[in-house]
């Protein structure tokens, strides 16, 4: 089976001799285990994190083992109660084409509801991140005024999306080019502006010049990029406003220290609460959320966005490029 390793550790932006193709025997299915034949997989920007041999919230990719991820797949042959062939499941075990599991390690999905890809997207991971975020997190409510930040990619095109639905007062959303920009306002955002075009802060101050009457600045910050982006959103926050941090994408790939932001202090006279979060600590929510966005979908009031990329050997290339913005949505890889 063909999967992808790390072949060394990336020093700022990855690049494709960073990943190795590397053909390797398939292990033995145990007593409890299937064996699944990944569909599609999922790249995400917390995988440049764990190339860094650093401590974080999750342990790092080792050098020269396989990269692991979010997977949608087939259980192509059973060891264990409850999974038959021809189950759908979501996994752990992404970047390859084939992947031996435990039971516990998989979770099955009803195929029907979605085409599989939406459980790596908005049925998955990515869309309980946007929901848990802005309302458990951000603690969110309808009226509110809402800036999010990487709005075109996976978790921000769906934390706008939500928030308008759940009765936002206004939607503010930056991306980094114009086609991004006219997807938001075709997805529904109230504003949206090129972060490229000129400094955020300004440009923030101009949607927010558009907005109802009477508003003030913005209620809740929901932030994928970190930096100049948090910087302005501190600045444009209301008195008791509220920031999930949710990713600093700026920063991944940086080799230098942030320089931004440089007025936290603001926060303590405006009484904002700044939040980390991690999604995995949100499961709890996972079937609250399910239950919210399936109408949603299926009337077409929140649409999701996908960049496809097909084949196994264009993985680590696709995950590079999403790191560099090429992707609109989730990006995804489908296998044959
Ligand atoms: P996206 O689909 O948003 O893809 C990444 C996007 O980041 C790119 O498309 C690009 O869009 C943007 N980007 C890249 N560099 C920069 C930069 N320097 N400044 C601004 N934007 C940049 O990925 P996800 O939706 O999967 O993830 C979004 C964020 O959420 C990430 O920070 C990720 O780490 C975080 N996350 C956190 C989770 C948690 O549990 N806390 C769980 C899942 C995701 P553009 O063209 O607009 O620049």
Known sequence: TKQFELASRPEGWPTLENFRLAEAPLAELGEGQVLVKNHAI????????????????????????????????????????????GDIVVHGLGWREY?????????????????????LGALGMTGLTAYAGLVKVADF???????????????????????????????????????????????????????????????LGAALAEAPAGTTGIDVYFDNVGGEHLEAAISTLNPFGRVALCGA???????????????????????????????????????????????WLADGKIRYEETVVHGIENTAQAFIDMLGGANTGKMVITLD
């Not at 220290?257 to 949100?282: D, E, H, M």
């Open 42 to 85: 999922s790249v995400d920007p917390y995988m440049r994190g764990r190339m860094n041999d650093v401590k974080s919230y999750v342990p790092p990719f080792q050098l020269d083992q396989p990269l692991e991820g979010g997977a949608v797949g087939e259980v192509i042959s059973s060891r264990a109660e409850g999974l038959i062939a």
């Open 99 to 119: 992947a031996v599991l435990d039971a516990g390690s998989v979770k099955k999905v009803d195929a029907s509801l979605a085409p599989e890809t939406a459980f």
């Open 141 to 203: 409510k309808a009226g509110d005024v809402v800036f999010v930040s990487g709005a075109a990619g996976a978790v921000g095109s769906l934390v706008g999306q939500i928030a308008k639905a759940m009765g936002a007062s206004w939607v503010i959303g930056s991306a980094g080019s114009a086609e991004k920009v006219a997807k938001l306002l075709e997805l529904g955002f109230d504003a949206a502006f090129n972060y490229h075009d000129g400094p955020v802060k300004d440009q």
């Open 249 to 295: 994408i700026s920063q991944y790939n940086s080799t230098e220290a942030p320089t931004a932001p440089r007025n936290l202090a603001l926060a303590i006279g405006k009484q904002l609460t700044l939040r980390g979060f991690i999604v995995g600590s949100y499961a709890q929510y996972a079937d609250e959320y399910a239950a919210l966005i399936a109408p």
